[in-house]
Nanobody, 123 residues
Framework: QVQLVESGGGLVQAGGSLKLSCAVS????????MGWFRQFPGKEREFVAT????????YSADSVKGRFTISRDNAKNTMYLQMNSLKPEDTAVYYC????????????????WGQGTQVTVSS
């Protein structure tokens, strides 16, 4: 069974930075893409960024392009989301996800999910 555990969330002022980590156990990590999603209160999960198995291919939502960077270290079984120039509208619960196939932006095709980590950006 694959388990994903996020860390690194917290409270930061607008314009600040945070780096989220997603630690993975299990074989799926080495065979598929991973992604970050976020969820605002009362809303469905929203795509943030995705990265291929090799780490070569990435894709990010327009709302975070130029500010957020997704990466992974397969040797450490960990995926990251570096978040810079944070805005109050980035406040959400952030989830990492994994799937067996290639990069996708749709939450429903991801097989495994972490428990989420809260990111709060104050103005």
């Amino acid at each position: 069974q694959v388990q994903l555990v996020e860390s690194g969330g917290g409270l930061v002022q607008a314009g600040g930075s945070l780096k989220l980590s997603c630690a993975v156990s299990g074989d799926t990590f080495r065979s598929g893409a991973m992604g970050w999603f976020r969820q605002f209160p009362g809303k469905e999960r929203e795509f943030v960024a995705t990265i291929s198995r090799s780490g070569i291919s990435t894709y990010s939502a327009d709302s975070v392009k130029g500010r957020f960077t997704i990466s992974r270290d397969n040797a450490k079984n960990t995926m990251y989301l570096q978040m810079n120039s944070l805005k109050p509208e980035d406040t959400a619960v952030y989830y990492c996800a994994a799937r067996a196939g290639g990069i996708m932006t749709t939450a429903g095709v991801y097989d495994y999910w972490g428990q989420g980590t809260q990111v709060t950006v104050s103005s």
